[in-house]
Structure formats: C-alpha cells, structure tokens
C-alpha cells in the first residue's frame, strides 16, 4: 500500500530535500506540502493522507496547534514531528497534541523514511535521544508498582509496544485478534497508571 505523505516545513530548502528522500523510498508518495500550520490544517481537512511530517516552527499557526487541529479530524492521519526542537516541555506538548512520532533534523532521509514507515503501520517513533526526554518526564510523575501487576501475556504485549509495534503487528506475532490485543493493551494502560501507549512503551524499555 502506498503511504500518501503531506510534509509541512516553513524552510523551501529542507522541505524540498526531504521530498526527494521521501521520494526515493520505497511505499511513500509525497502528495504535497505545506509551509505553514494553517494551510496544513486545511489541506489534512480535504485530502487523504497517512502520514502529515510536521514541522514545529511555523508561521502563522504552530506545529504544535495544526498537529493538535488534524489529530481531531476525521480518519486523522497519523502526525510526525521532524524539528531542530528537542527540549522536555515542547516534546510533551507534541505527544500530547497527538503526535505518532517524533525525530530531530539531524536524522538521515533513510532515518525519516522508516519513522514514516513505522506509524503508517500504526507504530509509534522516536529518534536517537527523544526516549531519554520522554522517560526523564515519565520518571518525574509518581511511580507505579514494580510490574502493575500484569500477566504474562499482558507483559508480552507490553514487550512488543516497547519495540513500536501497532496492534496489527503485535495480534500477527501473538497470533490474537486486533480486538484482544486492544482489550490488553487498555489494561496495560489501567495497570501502569500511564495515560496511552507511548508511556507504557517507554516504561517497556526501562524494564527490559
């Protein structure tokens, strides 16, 4: 299945260059682009797209906002941030606003190509370092107890969130339906006292 990309970058340079990685990767189409928040939000409001790669930085309305804007759509597709930004709160704000991903500028087109790649598939991404921001955040909020309590099978799925598997992927390795595989990871979520799947993946790694 092709991934149709709408790539959101205020600088003609970079975005033009990531086109052309995106481009050149096998599955990915680059439908169009954006320069600013506003015009994303419109263009995610009346096309189809699976993957929005977002900028932060913008004009006229944040990444942060047009992200939180489209993650309320319909069928919303799935946002990645690709940004020079990588301080604790503004990561927050991003995952919080709906973000599937989030990798820094410094990553390679092939690096960009796999994050949009990995939460087509339903997977979340973070580049080299955003983890350690995340996990300092989710260390500083009140800890659960040692395992939550879960069961075996819930602990395998947990393992498999840890890697950035999506349901599919993770009801394909269990050999479980789609449906049992969100029942478990919801009790995941309920035993580990987090509040969505990419804190429960980060507490996965940390217990690995």
Do not use: C, W
């Not at 020079?84 to 991003?94: L, R, S």
């Not at 659960?144 to 819930?154: H, S, V, Y």
């Not at 969130?161 to 449906?179: D, F, M, P, T, W």
Request: aromatic content about 2%; proline content about 3%; hydrophobic content about 45%.
């Amino acid at each position: 299945m092709t991934i149709r990309v709408l790539i959101v970058d205020d600088h003609p340079v970079f975005r033009d260059g990531l086109t052309a990685a995106l481009a050149a990767s096998d599955r990915i189409e680059v439908a169009a682009t954006a320069g600013d928040g506003a015009e994303a939000v419109e263009m995610a409001g009346s096309g189809r797209f699976d993957v929005i790669v977002m900028d932060l930085s913008l004009p006229s309305m944040s990444g942060i906002d047009a992200t939180a804007r489209i993650s309320e759509l319909p069928d919303a597709p799935a946002v990645l941030v690709v940004t020079m930004v990588d301080d604790d709160d503004t990561i927050a704000a991003a995952l919080q606003a709906g973000a599937r991903g989030y990798v820094l500028k410094g990553a390679s087109g092939e690096q960009i190509a796999t994050a949009v790649h990995t939460i087509a598939d339903g997977g979340a991404i973070f580049g080299s370092g955003i983890a350690t921001h995340i996990l300092r955040r989710t260390t500083q909020a009140p800890s659960p107890t040692a395992d939550g309590g879960l069961t075996d099978r819930e602990r395998d799925v947990l393992a498999l969130l840890a890697e950035g598997a999506s349901n599919a992927q993770i009801a394909r390795a269990l050999g479980l339906s789609v449906k049992t595989v969100q029942n478990y990871v919801s009790r995941i979520l309920d035993k580990l006292q987090v509040a969505d799947r990419t804190q429960a993946a980060l507490l996965g790694r940390r217990r690995r």
